[in-house]
């Protein structure tokens, strides 16, 4: 554990060598002139599948809103507490991101929750996962992964339900993208215009 946290250290060290060093520094410019990223994603909160470590980006390049399962819930204007969509709205109506990037992945836990084939017990989680409805899938013939993939596409209808995200992408000023990373070959793969999921280039 001491060594896991003193390679933290060391990472912020570096962190700040490259990013926050100079007048004319990354961060020093971010503070100057905010924040204005163009892309959007959706992830797990799964330690193997950071977004930005991923695609190699630097600060400020995208805006990330982090959760089990990576799933969007659909629109609920309600007395209650919307994280994800409190996210999405700053991303999409205040930060104007110009695309979305629905993040799932391989080996998910959450997604292997909503299954909770160990009837486990969860304060929040199984309430949570839920959103997800795996009532029309037939899981001896369905992997996990492969069920991943399906709730990427309730999470692209949940969208849907947002009245500002539906008319942003009507009026194609927003455009949603459905992505699966595997963990085992760090490959993305991805489904665009309702095609299978292919390799992304």
């Not at 503070?31 to 797990?44: A, K, L, T, Y």
């Not at 969860?122 to 029309?136: L, Y």
């Not at 001896?140 to 942003?168: G, V």
Request: with cysteine.
């Amino acid at each position: 554990m001491k060594k896991s946290f003193s390679k933290l250290l060391e990472g912020y060290q570096l962190f700040r060598k490259k990013y926050a060093s100079g007048d004319n520094s990354v961060m020093q410019l971010l503070s100057d002139n905010g924040q204005r990223p163009q892309i959007m994603v959706v992830s797990c909160c799964d330690s193997r599948v950071d977004p930005a470590l991923i695609l190699q980006c630097d600060p400020g390049d995208l805006f990330v809103v982090r959760n089990v399962a990576n799933i969007v819930p659909p629109y609920e204007k309600d007395e209650k507490h919307h994280g994800t969509s409190a996210a999405l709205e700053f991303g999409i109506c205040a930060l104007q991101v110009k695309h979305l990037i629905l993040l799932g992945h391989s080996q998910c836990g959450g997604i292997q929750a909503i299954f909770n084939t160990n009837n486990i017990q969860f304060d929040f989680i199984n309430q949570w996962v839920s959103i997800i409805n795996p009532k029309n899938t037939n899981l001896e013939h369905h992997h996990y992964d492969d069920y991943a993939k399906l709730a990427l596409n309730q999470s692209l209808e949940n969208c849907l339900t947002f009245p500002w995200i539906k008319n942003r992408i009507e009026q194609q000023m927003l455009e949603i993208h459905l992505w699966f990373f595997d963990v085992k070959s760090g490959q993305i793969l991805t489904k665009e215009n309702g095609t299978t999921y292919l390799p992304l280039n």
